[in-house]
């Protein structure tokens, strides 16, 4: 797999985010049995005031957020509740998934609220954006259920509670 990481925050740097993204990644290919070794993703590293700018930007949010993702392709499912388009490779044999950012301050007071080490809602946020980089949301409700399903199953399998237990 191919995991750009451009950190733009150095506090990144210092929690070791380079060791939590390709596993977090590689384990969202794996559960849904794509070839990690031809999916590109590129993780942008920033602040909340990047990310709030990103936010205001592409969602008419301007207010930090934790993670934003945008996916190479639309793969949505139509039907509420059904596993989106499955991700397949472009003719040069690579399937580019997209970008993601990663807010630190936004994080950071998250898993301190909850009370999470740093590293396991980081994890679960790199699969959440990743999830959504394959198609799945949380807008509908049975939508909702099949993504937070994938994230609690893909984090138990990396030795990760349950975030929204």
Request: hydrophobic letters at 45%; charged letters at 20%; glycine letters at 10%.
């Amino acid at each position: 797999m191919q995991c750009d990481l451009v950190v733009e925050d150095p506090r990144w740097d210092a929690m070791g985010l380079s060791a939590l993204a390709e596993p977090a990644i590689a384990a969202v290919l794996a559960r849904l049995g794509l070839a990690a070794a031809i999916c590109e993703v590129t993780v942008l590293a920033c602040d909340d005031a990047r990310i709030a700018g990103l936010n205001a930007d592409f969602r008419g949010k301007a207010r930090p957020t934790n993670v934003l993702s945008w996916p190479a392709e639309d793969r949505a499912a139509d039907q509420p509740g059904a596993m989106p388009a499955p991700a397949g490779p472009d003719p040069t044999g690579v399937i580019e998934l997209g970008d993601i950012a990663i807010a630190y301050d936004t994080c950071a007071g998250e898993a301190a609220a909850a009370g999470r080490p740093m590293a396991d809602h980081v994890t679960h946020l790199l699969v959440h954006g990743t999830l959504h980089l394959l198609g799945f949301d949380h807008e509908r409700d049975a939508d909702a259920t099949l993504m937070e399903g994938l994230e609690v199953e893909i984090l138990g399998n990396m030795g990760i509670a349950d975030p929204y237990g």
